[in-house]
């Protein structure tokens, strides 16, 4: 497709339950950046790629969360044993370049807004 | 405090005046964007600059490296205007840290 595209666009979880959540950034763009954005909350920085490497995942709130980008394309974010303070919005961007201090413009995803009960 | 400030968190306007929406931020950045977030969370960007003014048609984006402050302008404010407006930060190292949003609603 011509954007960002997240799946699933809503996630229903049971505490402890594990979730996934894809993300398939724009054909041919380096960088993919995961976000979480609490209710009436600005995003939060989780986590960053370039191409299939792993460059910042200090963003990362547990050891719960992890997050792989295996052939430098999708990306998936992984969030075990779920706990009612993950509910959040899960926004993914990619940028057309990477590296440091290297800018193009950002394109979001919709988000996933995920909901454990 | 946070390293992306943003002012004001709400904003109510009649449809046509002017409006400005204000960034403050505390770390060195490679450059600024302006976001838009519509009810259902898309969200697009505006703006990306770091230095200087940008303008897309009503729009108009500034930046004040020297001050770490950038503005949002909206000029002939419109409905279709109404939207949480984010300005995000992004560091030398790639790492984005974004401001609370301000809250548009523009009235008819």
């Known amino acids: 497709g011509a954007g960002v595209s997240q799946s699933p666009r809503y996630k229903v979880a049971k505490r402890g339950q594990d979730v996934a959540l894809r993300c398939d950034p724009i054909?041919?763009?380096?960088?993919l950046f995961w976000y979480q954005q609490a209710l009436g909350q600005g995003p939060e920085f989780l986590t960053y790629f370039q191409n299939e490497a792993q460059l910042d995942k200090s963003g990362l709130p547990s050891d719960r969360f992890f997050a792989e980008r295996p052939e430098g394309s999708v990306s998936t974010l992984k969030i075990q044993r779920t706990q009612q303070e993950d509910s959040a919005v899960y926004l993914c961007?990619?940028?057309?370049?990477?590296?440091?201090?290297?800018?193009?413009?950002?394109?979001f995803g919709n988000g996933t807004r995920l909901t454990v009960t | 405090k946070n390293e992306v400030e943003q002012s004001p968190q709400n904003l109510t306007a009649q449809e046509g005046e002017f409006i400005t929406i204000n960034c403050s931020y505390s770390?060195?950045?490679?450059?600024l964007h302006w976001l838009q977030q519509h009810p259902g969370g898309g969200i697009v960007s505006l703006f990306m600059l770091s230095s200087g003014k940008k303008k897309h048609g009503r729009l108009i984006a500034t930046i004040n490296i020297q001050e770490k402050h950038s503005s949002l302008h909206i000029t002939a404010s419109h409905p279709r205007d109404s939207a949480v407006y984010i300005c995000a930060v992004r560091s030398f190292n790639n790492d984005m840290r974004f401001g609370a949003g301000t809250r548009l609603t523009v009235k008819p």
């Open positions: 770390v060195g950045i490679s450059a």
């Open positions: 054909s041919g763009h380096v960088s």
């Open positions: 961007a990619s940028s057309l370049r990477g590296g440091t201090g290297i800018n193009s413009p950002l394109h």
